[in-house]
């Protein structure tokens, strides 16, 4: 059956894979993937030749509607990004609407994801949480930063190490210096790295030890006092 597969990839350890997504890499008649020089190293890795296909965010608006016409004349679909889950702050998004537009089949296999390690490791609260990716660089930012200022629910960003300083001085100066919050770096990776304390303890800390990698910032959200 003609289907669009999501399927998530390893965030850093090669082991971080389904089964399953190793079966479905393997049967469809051809992958999209955001960097195709960085997904071939993975489908080597496990010995997969379905054909590769570029689709990122600078090409996605003129192959969205090439991609639904191959799939609606029978052809079978997987979409990855370079690491982790299609659509979670990557390409995905624009696809699967067109899909269920055109009432084409669209399955989203479960597997990694940075932001749920990081959240529970975060020894912040889990049970109710936010995620808001990746914070406007330039235009924009304080719009978000204020919006979250009442934010009572624990929150998760994605950010840049070049960025990082910055955001947890502004996070202090918008949510209190004291706000409990945890930085993960690198996750799954041979140098995986969780730091947890204030937001001024945290941008001192990174301030010192400038970071490398991919990161995800958790903040606990404002207490509400009765």
Do not use: Q, W
């Not at 204020?146 to 947890?168: Q, W």
């Amino acid at each position: 059956m003609s289907k669009l597969f999501l399927v998530p990839t390893p965030i850093g350890n090669l082991g971080d894979i389904t089964i399953r997504a190793l079966e479905v890499l393997g049967s469809v008649d051809f992958i999209l993937a955001e960097d195709t020089r960085e997904a071939a190293k993975l489908l080597r890795h496990h010995g997969i030749k379905s054909p590769l296909r570029s689709h990122h965010m600078f090409n996605e608006h003129r192959t969205v509607d090439g991609v639904c016409s191959r799939i609606m004349k029978g052809e079978r679909a997987a979409l990855i990004s370079d690491a982790g889950t299609p659509g979670i702050s990557d390409p995905g998004y624009l696809l699967v609407k067109h899909c269920i537009k055109n009432n084409i089949p669209v399955e989203t296999l479960p597997g990694p994801t940075a932001l749920i390690p990081a959240l529970v490791n975060s020894g912040l609260p889990c049970d109710r949480f936010c995620f808001e990716g990746f914070i406007p660089s330039k235009r924009g930012r304080n719009k978000r930063m204020e919006a979250l200022e009442n934010e009572t629910r624990t929150m998760i960003f994605y950010e840049s190490p070049f960025r990082l300083v910055k955001t947890l001085e502004e996070m202090a100066e918008r949510f209190g210096s004291e706000r409990e919050a945890s930085v993960s770096r690198e996750l799954s990776k041979i140098y995986e790295e969780n730091v947890r304390g204030t937001l001024t303890f945290l941008a001192d800390h990174f301030r010192d030890k400038p970071p490398k990698g991919e990161l995800v910032i958790v903040v606990a959200g404002k207490k509400i006092h009765h």
